[in-house]
């Protein structure tokens, strides 16, 4: 007997819109001008200052990404180009920002975070996201402008370690407990005590709980925008081996050879984050993490695919050389981070008989990037480039033997993950 009922239709699936596609443009500037930083040397101090404005810049821009995630097709177009126009402004500020721009970023800086924490309406929790309540990372950058240096970036770290910190401990239960506490706070609904011998205060109606509202990423849309992030870091890749190669008369040999290398890592990075991977995270499977937790690896790893773009410049610009120690360090230690991006986002999700599998495409990637940044400072630049590539190339072909594989992207142990996801959620 056929059933009456009618399935319902599915919902069509959502995708970035042209305003979203626009907004990421500031991701091109921003990540050139913060590459900027890691071109002489680079020492340890630049290292530290490119990884604090970076993060810097990628949670403002995350902000205003969950902003238009959740807010669909009521997103404001003004929001969206006023936080591009002070993204932009960030992005020209980076190149003096130890002299005379340092105020032109740090205000900036404040006013985007305190932007991105209006755009929602009075009661809106973003569990997801617990950086649209919870601005108190803005605060050390706030008060930088009143401390001369080196104590200001002091403060600029401690901002950034602050957000952090809210994202690996905002669990979605805290993250509504103490948005409640605050809204019953500012009802006055816990008045503080009087004077000793004052009358108790007549009975009345209990007052009404706070109302809120829980609003939750969409985890595909999302997923695009950060892959689509993924996509545009890669892509300053391309123009810094194509600016590099630009300034070059004499094209050999040797510097096809670094080219064409420096390409297939960027397109084998590309396969990995893309198409084995989720929100442009190397091997991690859908929902596999919570929304918070995978947009903190996302900013990490993208981290290193910015320096990583940065030091294949270098590389074409030293092709029939060996690469300055600075850069040659800054190429392998990016790659050595990339890897141990993937390893994170798989590795905590696994079950305990599969972790050596998972593992051995992992760790022994890690291990020659790592050992390679010592080892190797005496190798031609296409040499180094061609390790890593086969690096990358043995993440894409590893088979660990198993039964059970899907195609492409799907791993083995993305079904065992798959089954974990929902006591990752929180």
């Known amino acids: ?22 907004f990421d443009l500031v991701v091109v500037a921003g990540a050139g001008q913060l590459a900027h930083l890691l071109h002489d040397g680079p020492h340890l101090a630049d290292l530290a200052l490119y990884g604090v404005l970076y993060l ?9 990404a969950v902003y238009g995630d959740i807010a669909a097709s009521a997103t404001r177009v003004r929001t969206l180009l006023i936080a591009m126009l002070g993204m932009a402004v960030m992005a020209a500020s980076v190149h003096a920002v130890l002299t005379h721009h340092a105020v ?26 617990p950086l649209a309540q919870f601005g108190a990372g803005a605060l050390p950058w706030l008060v930088s402008l009143f401390v001369p240096t080196p104590w200001r970036y002091w403060l600029w770290a401690l901002g950034i370690a602050v957000d952090i910190v809210t994202l690996l401990v905002a669990t979605r239960g805290r993250t509504l407990r103490r948005a409640s506490e605050r809204v019953a706070a500012r009802r006055g609904d816990h008045p503080p005590p009087g004077p000793p011998h004052t009358a108790a205060p007549e009975p009345g109606p209990a007052p009404a709980p706070p109302q809120l509202s829980e609003e939750r990423i969409d985890t595909a849309h999302m997923g695009e925008r950060l892959g689509l992030y993924v996509i545009i870091v890669l892509g300053e890749g391309v123009i810094q081996i194509i600016d590099a190669a630009s300034e070059r008369d004499d094209w050999d040999l040797p510097l096809a050879a670094t080219g064409l290398g420096a390409f297939c890592l960027l397109a084998g990075v590309c396969t990995l984050s893309l198409l084995y991977g989720t929100n442009g995270i190397p091997h991690l499977r859908k929902d596999a993490l919570p929304p918070r937790l995978a947009m903190l690896l996302h900013a990490v790893m993208t981290g290193f695919l910015v320096a990583l773009a940065t030091a294949l410049g270098s590389a074409i610009a030293h092709f029939d050389d060996v690469l300055p120690k600075g850069q040659h360090w800054l190429l392998c230690g990016a790659m050595a981070g990339y890897f141990a991006a993937g390893v994170v986002a798989v590795l905590p999700l696994a079950e305990r008989a599969d972790r050596v599998w998972v593992l051995g495409w992992g760790l022994p990637c890690m291990a020659v990037a790592v050992a390679l940044a010592p080892l190797g400072v005496r190798l031609p630049a296409w040499a180094t480039i061609g390790i890593l590539v086969a690096l990358v190339g043995w993440q894409i072909l590893y088979d660990p033997g198993r039964a059970g594989m899907s195609p492409a992207g799907g791993r083995w142990w993305g079904g065992r993950i798959r089954r974990t996801s929902r006591a990752a959620r929180s």
């Open 1 to 22: 007997m056929e059933s009456t009922e009618s399935a319902a239709p599915a919902e069509p699936e959502r995708h970035a819109g042209w305003n979203e596609l626009f």
């Open 56 to 64: 810097a810049f990628w949670t403002v821009w995350a902000g205003f």
């Open 104 to 129: 032109t970023f740090v205000v900036a800086y404040v006013a985007l975070r305190w932007q991105a924490g209006r755009v929602w309406q009075r009661g809106s929790i973003v569990v997801d996201w």
